[in-house]
């Protein structure tokens, strides 16, 4: 919608100097473009060189070591449990928040924003104060021999924890600005409240939750402050892939150490094409 | 199918947003509600649909206590301000909503759906664009379908939230009198909401007057024209000029002065170049608005602070040839008069 106006915009304005003189425009754009080469592409261009310097066959070698598979693995279950769970709780708590009126309202508001808020090593070590064996819960979890902390359903918690906010940020905002207009159309002709919701609300969130869930995805793959705390680093059983990373550098073994990290550079990439694809559609979603 | 409504309230915090609000809607009538903005027109049409419940007061569909049932049960056509279509759909998959959400022992066949949206296409005139999403309708176009899907459920009631707001001036006019023709067509209970008294004048077949959330005038558009039951409504339907006491108006006796509001719309002040009885008034001619058919005339009475508009034809005016800083006569054809504590 804005597209549009903007180009009206220049027109109007006609031969009037809009913008800022040629000398100024340059230096801007080239200062801001060696910023992302040095800070952002270099990093990932020394990635994936460190990751290949002995070649594909040693590249190939370190990502089929055990203890890396077994971190694969991990993440990937870790990122399946934790993504789902925080879009059905996403989903619910955005349309609770942008179409309805209730008392706590806000409280959840701010809950939702809470693991934004905390440094994730605090949100590792609040676990650590609930399941540890000092914790509130020890005890009771020694007695009937229930392992949460240094064990994968720790990882678990710690992991939904952090990436709770991403997919309720994003759809708040655009259920928001969408109004219920729509909704109550599809009730006055008829529809029930599930009918209304599958064939109304979700197909006009979809981008917005397929924004939210690559963000998510991505942060419950990468998390690494609040997973540490609570993993207890047992090599291939409570090792995420950061955290293999991390160790693998730690002894020295740089090739296998970029070869992991590699992994995550293409997550990253990916996430970052589908994440454009997903903004713009968006957008486009978005009510004037 | 008649609507009964019975002193409706609602409260929103502490405004009023409606206070014991009752009307009664015959079979078969276009009705319109009048009134400017925030005297609670879509508060109480929302009331009616179901979309919002009233603090107290009923709602009656041909004499059945309404207000307990949901709105899916209302078996009302709803035609938002806005439209609200269904962004992700195509007009095909929007007419034809209401009836696919139906259980399937109520739903009609494939065809029958096809019949109907063909049928619905071509009452709104808009045939052959089954296929095209909302973005790629103007306007008017948007706003027939929105019509279109709220008809396609067979609805006993149609409400309509300024219908032809957002719409430019001449599209408004011709929707407004398809509209009416639509209709005379089908006969469906219609309540329309409008701030526009043109549109309400042309088009309704009774019009509510709302202010400040309560119901000033009902009754015929002639009714509420010709006679006003206060300044408000007088003052909503056409410019009116007010003189503080009783002014006579052409033919009649002396004035009497006493704590009275007269009232004169603009184009029932007459102008002319000398003094016809002694209801004419001596005035200067301050200023000439053109206004397409019409022309305003604002002009100060002599000897008093007021100002009077008057409201001339072209040809009238054109035969008069008023120069500006002339000194005419002005004459009120029609007086109404009101006590004076009424607050407009
Ligand atoms: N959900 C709400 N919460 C609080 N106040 C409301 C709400 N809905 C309406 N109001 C208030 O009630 C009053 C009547 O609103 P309503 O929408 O019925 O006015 P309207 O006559 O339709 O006006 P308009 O011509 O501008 O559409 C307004 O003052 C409005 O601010
Ligand atoms: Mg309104």
Known sequence: MSAPTRTLTAHANGNHRITEPAPV??????????????????????????????????????????????????????????????????????????????????????????????????????????????????????????????????????????????????????????????EEAAMVLGASGLQTFFRITLPNIKWGIIYGVILCNARAMGEFGAVSVVSGHIRGITNTVPLQVEILYNEYNYTAAFAVASLLAFLALITLAVKSVAEWNVRENMEP | MSIEIESINKQFGSFTALGDVSLSIPSGELVALLGPSGSGKTTLLRIIAGLESPDSGRILFNGEDTTESHVRERKVGFVFQHYALF???????????????????????KGEIRDKVTELLRLVQLEGMAKRYPAQLSGGQRQRIALARALAVEPQVLLLDEPFGALDAQVRTELRRWLRRLHDEIHVTSVFVTHDQEEALEVADRIVVMNKGRIEQAGTPDQVYEHPANPFVLNFLGNVNLFHGRIQSAGEGQPEADNSVSYVRSHDVEIDRSQHDSSSLKAEVKHIQKLGPSVRITL?????????????????????????????????????????????
Request: proline content about 6%; aromatic content about 12%.
């Open chain 1, 25 to 182: 425009r340059w230096v801007l754009t080239t200062v801001a473009l060696v910023f992302l080469a040095l800070f952002l592409a270099l990093p990932l261009a020394a990635v994936f060189s460190q990751a290949f310097e002995k070649g594909f066959g040693t590249y190939l070698l370190a990502l089929k070591e055990p203890d890396t598979l077994a971190a694969v693995k991990l993440t990937l279950i870790t990122a399946a449990v934790a993504v789902p769970l925080n879009l059905v709780f996403g989903v619910m708590a955005s349309w609770a928040i942008a179409k309805f009126s209730f008392p706590g309202k806000n409280l959840l508001i701010t809950l939702i924003d809470l693991p934004f808020s905390v440094s994730p090593i605090i949100s590792g070590l609040i676990y650590v104060l609930i399941f540890g064996r000092q914790g509130w819960l020890g005890p009771f979890l020694e007695a009937h021999d229930i392992k949460i902390l240094f064990a994968v359903p720790g990882i678990l918690l710690a992991t939904i924890f952090v990436t709770f906010p991403f997919i309720a940020r994003e759809l708040i905002p655009l259920m928001e600005s969408q109004g219920r207009d729509e």
């Open chain 2, 87 to 109: 962004k992700h759909m195509t007009v095909f998959d929007n007419v034809v909503f209401g009836l696919t959400v139906r259980p399937k022992e109520t739903r009609p066949s």
């Open chain 2, 300 to 344: 100060s009475i002599n000897d008093s602070e007021s100002f009077v508009e008057a409201e001339l034809t072209r040809d009238v005016f054109q035969n008069l040839d008023l120069q500006q800083g002339e000194q005419v006569y002005v004459r009120p054809r029609q007086v109404r008069v009101f006590a004076e504590d009424y607050q407009i």
